[in-house]
């Protein structure tokens, strides 16, 4: 079976401050992507990044960086002196290779909010 | 590019009334997702289609719920009779494989409301 998991419902912080959203999955492929999508207030998801199974390399973007760990089976998101724009509600997603269809499952979300 | 097209934006019916929802997928995206996402979770896939065949409706209640892609673009969901529970909003998504990867675009959803 393939599940994710955010633990973490609601997150708020004081602009400027740090904050690392957490997510673990299952899965039995040996080949898998893992996504973290963005849904602000107007409700589309916003993609962030992709990460493929074999790539374990932390990625930083700007203020967005995201740390990959197989052995944990976590794909955690930190973002670096929160904004009150980065108030949203974070996905993260994961898509297994068994049959190729792409289809996306879905944490609960966590929910950020940075206040001013 | 244009992002993918959804409409309505909101809904809102009556238990046991028939509502459809609209799809307009990004040009040449041979992929067409549907995903339901009720109030404080993520979105669950519901049905998707390559071209206009289904390849995975696991997760359709298909008593009540079907779709369809007609020539294989623009696709609609309908529900018929809607029950309280289908209170939701509805992503729609499509999807262009590239190196075996099918990366995903969503639309802005329909929030559907029944009273």
Known sequence: ?116 | EAGVAQSPRYKIIEKRQSVAFWCNPISGHATLYWYQQILGQGPKLLIQFQNNGVVDDSQLPKDRFSAERLKGVDSTLKIQPAKLEDSAVYLCASSLERKGLREQYFGPGTRLTVT
């Not at chain 1, 912080?13 to 959203?21: A, P, R, S």
């Not at chain 1, 893992?34 to 409700?43: A, E, H, M």
């Not at chain 1, 992709?50 to 052995?71: A, L, M, V």
């Open chain 1, 1 to 116: 079976a393939q599940k994710v998991t955010q633990a973490q419902t609601e997150i708020s912080v004081v602009e400027k401050e740090d904050v690392t959203l957490d997510c673990v999955y299952e899965t039995r492929d040996t080949t898998y992507y893992l996504f973290w999508y963005k849904q602000p207030p107007s409700g589309e998801l916003v993609f962030l990044i992709r990460r493929n199974s074999f790539d374990e390399q932390n990625e930083i973007s700007g203020r967005y960086s995201w740390n990959f760990q197989k052995s944990t089976s976590s794909f955690n998101f930190t973002i670096t002196a929160s904004q009150v724009v980065d108030s949203a509600v974070y996905f993260c997603a994961l898509s297994a290779s068994s049959g190729n269809t792409g289809k996306l499952i879905f944490g609960q979300g966590t929910t950020l909010q940075v206040k001013p």
